[in-house]
Structure formats: structure tokens, C-alpha cells
């Protein structure tokens, strides 16, 4: 797994997944794809502004992601796509050329995901490619 594309929405979850990702190079793993995706969904109710305030505020939490791969000897690369979540995920990790996505198991929107299917799941079943998951015990025990 030389290349990962490690999706994040910066959730707690998604934190835990990171600390994993962060350890990789043991494995064999060179770079790092950082994505996140900003739901396009919820972006149609977002001034020009807002959405601009938003960039910003997702470039910097990737770069601070990216810095950490740094200094873990990973060789990171950042991508913000727009659109499905699920789709954007798996056309990110094509895009890359990624060879593993590793994707928190619960995000921001745990209620949601346990009425409609969790990003994770749909990835798993929808990827060509391994997908790991990883799963933050606290964030699932807290939120019942």
C-alpha cells in the first residue's frame, strides 16, 4: 500500500483513522492523498462568501494534517472535491492512483449515518479498491 488516500471530514472519528494513517510508513506506504469532501449538497445553501471561508478553513486543517505526514516521512498531497461524499471519495483514490483508502467509520453526522448507511459502508461496498475502516469506540459509546 504505497499510496493511501486517507478521507477525513476532521470528525473525532476521522482524528482516530489519522493516527493510524500517520504510522503507515512502517507498512511500506510513501504518500499520503489527504481528501476531504464538502458535501455538495449542503454547499447549495452557501453564499459565494461563505463557501470561500470554507475553503480556507478546510485547506488549513488539511495542511496541518499534511505537516504531521511530514514529519512522519510520508510524502502528502491535498485534494478538496465537491459533490457525494461516497463518489467523491472513490473518484479521488482513481484519481490518485491510490492502492488503499482508509475512512473513519462515523463522521460529523452519526445520526444521520445510522438511518441512511454510514459513508464508510457505502464505500466498502461500492470501492474496487481495500478500504480500510477504522472505528472510534468512544465517539459510537458517547453518542447512544
Known amino acids: 500500500f504505497q499510496h493511501v488516500l486517507y478521507a477525513t ?7 482516530e483513522a489519522f493516527n493510524l494513517v500517520k504510522r503507515l510508513k512502517q507498512a ?4 499520503v492523498t489527504l481528501l476531504h469532501v464538502q458535501d455538495g449538497h449542503m454547499l447549495k445553501h452557501y453564499s459565494t462568501a461563505q463557501r470561500a471561508a470554507l475553503d480556507a478553513e ?6 496541518n494534517l499534511e505537516c504531521a505526514l511530514v514529519l ?3 510524502q502528502p ?3 478538496i472535491r465537491q459533490g457525494h461524499p461516497v463518489r467523491e471519495i472513490l473518484g479521488g483514490a482513481q484519481m490518485q492512483n491510490a492502492s488503499l483508502i ?3 467509520s462515523h463522521g460529523h453526522s452519526q445520526l444521520k449515518e445510522m438511518l441512511m448507511g454510514t459513508i464508510a459502508e457505502n464505500a466498502v461496498r461500492a470501492s474496487t479498491l481495500p478500504v480500510l475502516v477504522i472505528r472510534y469506540q468512544e465517539s459510537i459509546i458517547n453518542k447512544r
Open 72 to 74: 512522519f516521512g510520508l
Open 58 to 63: 478546510d485547506r488549513q486543517r488539511l495542511h
Open 9 to 15: 471530514d476532521f470528525s473525532p472519528c476521522a482524528a
Open 77 to 79: 498531497e491535498l485534494l
Open 28 to 31: 511500506g506506504t510513501e504518500r
Open 102 to 104: 482508509v475512512i473513519a
